[in-house]
């Protein structure tokens, strides 16, 4: 028998998997900026290394990223939604770490 998710779950999940997505993608983004805009290397090798990462160093789309995922609320608390997540116990990559460990054996 299958189960739906519950909507409110649903909006939960979403609203953190955006804000996971778009903290990494910005810190992603911003150190490769900071990175090129050194000159450090030749200018025909940054140059080089831009073009070549083009495709992840556009600006986002911000309205089509609103109409793929929504938008959050705007009243959204990000730190009481952190404090609402579970604690993993033991943690998750103390889990990980065990099993790869069990397997080895």
């Not at 739906?4 to 909006?11: E, G, I, Q, V």
């Not at 556009?58 to 995922?69: G, Q």
């Not at 929504?70 to 990980?96: H, K, M, Y």
Request: aromatic share 4%.
């Amino acid at each position: 028998m299958m189960h739906k998710m519950p909507r409110s779950l649903a909006r939960v999940l979403l609203a953190a998997a955006a804000i996971a997505v778009i903290a990494s993608t910005a810190s992603v983004l911003s150190n490769l900026r900071n990175a090129l805009g050194r000159r450090r290397e030749p200018p025909t090798e940054r140059e080089r290394v831009r073009e070549a990462l083009k495709p992840i160093l556009a600006d986002i789309d911000w309205d089509a990223w609103h109409d793929t995922f929504g938008r959050l609320p705007e009243n959204f608390d990000r730190e009481a939604f952190i404090r609402s997540l579970p604690v993993l116990d033991p943690p998750l990559s103390q889990t990980i770490i065990e099993e790869r460990d069990e397997e080895r054996l």
